[in-house]
């Protein structure tokens, strides 16, 4: 069996205009303005990470489609509410005062109903409780529960509304026994070849195979067993809509896709040779950089390019503008077609768990850090000048580093860079972030 470890994700879920997005960036708070802007990634976030009693978990917002026709409306909202159903632990079903109960909230409530998930019902807009209440009892008729009021633009009934959520984590997960088999998330957007590079693994000889299934988010996980090493892969593959409706509700398996990043060690970024990357390539691979995954960018269809002795290059350099946030990434080219290269993504994976995982002992660390001191001296203002205590590794997935110093402030960015960087030449550590925590101290301390 496998136990997820990882935080629990709940679903804004709602008809449009009932205030999904001001609930979303009020509960984001100041955590989605903080949020680096990475070249190439966009900026229109529908994920976030929220803190609430000690409980941390991510909240995703499935507001921003708004279809052309009444028709496509009750379409499109069956899809959404599809996806949240099968990927969130919890659903917070958002409905609106002002309009009252309408038929595409019982349809929705319908399709929460049977999905057997726990659903928060929240009424929105109640502005003023003692006027409004009278109002709110209506939304017990969808048969889902207590409806909670709130008010977005109000900050009201917040509190109550996550005590409610909260109630619904699973218990003690975080102490269970951790499955420690390397975990590896295959995603890219819909026909870049996930699932059949997976099939082409699992095709092979040497593979012994076993779906498990049974994890909180109701995939299936495959185990596979490679030159006698074994990998559980998160299978995103599934990301495909079954309906075809419309391209715009492709963004939704950034949700999908959000729970696979959050469950790996690792993850593969397959992108189509043929097309390039794409700003969805963009953004999956933002997520994977924010949460400190392992990277590994494998281009697939490889055989379906004319080349020249500088075709890989081109690409390669391509691929890294776009992706210029995250310069650590291994890449690989292959085929799930032809099975090219496919042996040498395992390697490539090992590769990159051994490093996500590395540690470097503190005296080693402060040796580079020194000789790096004194090869480029560290930033001055105002006649005050940066000093560097020293450094230690405090954790691993991601290799992280806290660097003391006199005036954080004085710390520029582009000197942890470069301190970074000394500290790749040194060690590598390809396919992985590396994360720095700039702490003050004083100088008698």
Do not use: C
Request: hydrophobic letters at 40%; a neutral charge.
């Amino acid at each position: 069996m496998l136990i997820n470890l990882s935080k629990p994700i709940v679903a804004i879920v709602g008809r449009p205009n009932v205030g999904k997005s001001t609930l979303f960036n009020l509960l984001a708070g100041e955590k989605i303005s903080i949020v680096k802007d990475y070249p190439g990634v966009t900026r229109d976030r529908i994920y976030a990470d929220v803190n609430w009693l000690d409980k941390q978990f991510t909240i995703i917002d499935t507001g921003g489609i708004e279809p052309e026709s009444k028709d496509m409306m009750l379409k499109f909202m069956r899809a959404q509410a599809e996806i949240a159903i099968e990927t969130a632990d919890v659903i917070i079903f958002l409905t609106d005062v002002r309009q009252g109960l309408v038929d595409a909230d019982s349809k929705v409530a319908d399709m929460l109903r049977k999905s057997r998930k726990p659903v928060v019902l929240v009424v929105n807009k109640v502005d003023d409780f003692k006027k409004l209440t009278p109002d709110v009892y209506e939304f017990y008729n969808l048969g889902i529960g207590e409806p909670i009021p709130i008010s977005s633009s109000s900050k009201l009934g917040i509190g109550d509304m996550l005590d409610e959520v909260i109630k619904y984590f699973p218990e003690g997960s975080a102490e269970a026994e951790e499955d420690d088999r390397p975990k590896i998330a295959v995603v890219g957007k819909p026909n870049v070849g996930k699932s059949s590079i997976i099939n082409k693994l699992l095709g092979e000889d040497r593979v012994i195979v076993s779906n498990i299934a049974g994890t909180t988010r109701d995939a299936i996980d495959t185990e596979v067993k490679w030159n006698g090493k074994e990998y559980v892969f998160i299978d995103t593959a599934g990301l495909r809509r079954k309906s075809k409706i419309k391209e715009e509700i492709e963004k939704f398996s950034i949700i999908r896709t959000v729970s696979a990043v959050e469950r790996a060690d690792v993850v593969v970024l397959v992108i189509d040779a043929t097309e390039g990357v794409t700003e969805q390539d963009a953004k999956i691979a933002g997520i994977a950089h924010e949460r400190g995954k392992g990277m590994v960018v494998a281009v697939n269809k490889w055989d379906a390019i004319e080349k020249n002795d500088k075709t890989m290059y081109e690409h390669t350099n391509k691929i890294k503008e776009i992706l210029s946030f995250m310069p650590y990434a291994e890449y690989i080219f292959i085929s799930a077609l032809t099975g090219q290269r496919l042996p040498k993504l395992f390697e490539t994976i090992d590769a990159v768990i051994e490093n996500h995982s590395l540690r470097i002992a503190t005296g080693v660390l402060n040796e580079i850090l020194t000789e790096a001191v004194s090869l480029q001296q560290p930033p001055s203002d105002k006649g005050k000048r940066l000093k560097i205590f020293y450094m230690t590794q405090v954790s691993v997935k991601p290799p992280t580093f806290v660097i003391f110093v006199n005036s954080k402030d004085l710390m520029h960015f582009s000197y942890t860079r470069y301190i970074e960087n000394k500290i790749r030449e040194a060690f590598g550590f390809s396919g992985t972030p590396l994360r720095f925590i700039i702490r003050e101290r004083s100088e008698k301390g």
